[in-house]
């Protein structure tokens, strides 16, 4: 069972890193292609797209993978009825949500606050039907365990994308826009996707049965649902407050706009690079949990989220080493830009926090506790609007950073508490968490002072670049003498793991 699982979440984690590479290095390609202000309009249709499609579908998906495992561990028959249940209430509310687009005055142009991205967003409003029925057969899938699939259908999405964009930006067939050809190919991507989702849910079984059971599904997907719009209402409070605020303390609506662009568009999208990895956790353990929670299996949940906390504990730390150690590094690397790897330091501390707090709530929702997630989420997010609020006088930009920890640090200590009530857990991982503080000060009092000391006499890049091994060799010494990580074990189980996946070489 141990081998099965490390076995399934390191298939999830490779997928998931191989996709977001390809995004990450796609939006660098697409920055320089299309520019920033074709790239900026089609941001303002997709903002108010993706915010239009977590109203009409996420918290649905999260209920249907739990119920799925939950109906399989229990060997009920239920699952194709809570399917359609759920694709006939997203369906309606997508059906609902356009028709107020479509059918809507001059009011609703008020949205984008560039009326060129009004045209985008319309090519964008079929996929709202599309995105909700894959959503929830792709959730079926998560729920019957099939990771393999899982994965796959995100990472075809991801390639079929860049494909059809650069098929459009190319004039093959015929002249788009920049921000017209990202949002048709998004649409067509999206449609291809659809198709391919129902043949995989029909290859695994899957039926559309009678619908039932409505208010069990309402009830269920309703907090997660209202949590991400809330999620998504904080992102844009907070892209409106934080530069009027750094406007109103001595910056020119230019240099606001700049220092904001730095935290989102540069810093925070290598903030969330550890995700790509630990979010892996996440996607394998919400059907096994559900499966544990419907069998009354605490313990065995005990142990998993102990582990697992264990595990991103190891990850991050190492993550936030080599941010706050040689953020200014990175950024001038990457973006040509210190500034950038500045706030990129300072923010480094999110990166635990978030990742913990991220797992924590998957764990509650796979238990069937979507309201205490939804309840935990909404009261920390004031934490971060107070930050953006009040802090910019005293911190300037690094503001976010302050606000974006304490909420994510808030989430965990709540969750923390909830998954206590529910006696999962038993805080295992609080003894790996104080050594690896202790190592993370030591590599601060140590690397710090040496990246600037060399710098000076080396080039800059260089440098960071032989620090950076010599500070990963150190930590990996730490894990195996602190008995944290077995090195060796580790490594072995890799190689097995790469001799599995070459080709076997026929006998002739």
């Known amino acids: 069972m141990a081998e099965s699982f490390r076995k399934t979440t390191f ?72 399917v359609s249940t759920s694709l006939i209430i997203g369906l309606l509310l997508t059906l609902a949500v356009s028709s107020v687009f479509i059918f809507g005055d001059e009011k609703v142009e008020k949205l984008f606050s560039d009326s060129r991205a009004m045209p985008v967003f319309f090519v964008l409003l079929p996929s709202l039907v599309t995105t909700c029925v894959y959503n929830v057969l792709r959730s079926y899938v998560m729920g019957k365990k099939n990771y393999l699939l899982f994965s796959l259908t995100e990472l075809i999405e991801e390639v079929l994308n860049v494909v059809a964009v650069l098929v459009l930006l190319s004039g093959v067939l015929g002249f788009f826009s920049g921000q017209m050809a990202i949002a048709i190919a998004f649409t067509l991507c999206d449609i291809i996707c659809f198709f391919i989702i129902l043949v995989i849910y029909f290859k695994q079984e899957g039926r559309f049965l009678k619908p039932r059971r409505f208010g069990e599904v309402l009830k269920s997907s309703t907090p997660v649902t209202m949590m991400r719009i809330t999620n998504a209402l904080s992102v844009s409070l907070t892209a409106i407050i934080l530069p009027l605020k750094l406007g109103e303390n001595g910056l020119s609506v230019g240099e606001a706009t700049a220092e904001f662009g730095r935290a989102t568009g540069m810093a925070y999208p290598l903030l969330f690079v550890p995700l790509a990895i630990t979010s892996a956790l996440s996607v394998v353990l919400l059907p096994e949990i559900a499966s544990l929670n419907a069998k009354g299996g605490k313990e065995e949940i005990s142990q998993k989220v102990d582990k697992s906390i264990t595990l991103i504990i190891l990850i991050s730390i190492i993550f936030y080493l080599a941010y706050a150690i040689f953020g200014e590094d990175i950024g001038r690397i990457l ?25 924590t709530t998957t764990v509650l929702n796979s238990m069937g506790k979507e309201t205490t997630c939804f309840v935990n989420n909404t009261i920390s997010i004031l934490i971060l609007l107070l930050a953006v609020f009040f802090l910019p006088k005293y911190l300037g930009i690094y503001a976010l950073a302050v606000g974006q920890t304490g909420c994510f640090t808030l989430i965990f200590i709540l969750n923390a508490i909830a998954l206590a009530r529910a006696k999962v857990g038993k805080s295992a991982y609080l003894i790996p968490f104080a050594k690896c503080f202790a190592f993370a000060l030591v590599c601060l009092a140590l690397f710090r002072p040496l990246d600037l000391l060399l710098a000076r006499h080396l080039n800059p890049d260089l440098s960071a670049l032989l620090l950076g091994v010599v500070m990963t060799i150190f930590y990996l010494l730490f894990l195996q003498l602190t008995k944290l990580l077995n090195i060796k074990s580790a490594l072995s189980l890799l190689l097995k793991k790469i001799k599995k996946m070459r080709p076997h070489r026929r006998r002739v």
């Open 11 to 82: 298939i999830v984690m490779l997928f998931g890193i191989v996709t977001r590479l390809i995004a990450f290095l796609f939006k660098i390609y697409l920055s320089r292609a299309v520019g920033a202000e074709a790239l900026g309009i089609y941001q303002i249709a997709m903002a108010v797209w993706a915010l239009l499609s977590t109203l009409c579908g996420s918290g649905l998906a999260v209920t249907v993978s739990r119920k799925t495992a939950e109906e399989i561990a229990l060997k009920r028959k239920g699952v194709g009825s809570t």
């Open 335 to 359: 973006f040509s830009d210190e500034k950038a790897g500045q706030i990129l330091s300072v923010s480094a501390g999110a990166i635990l926090p978030m990742a913990i707090s991220n797992f």
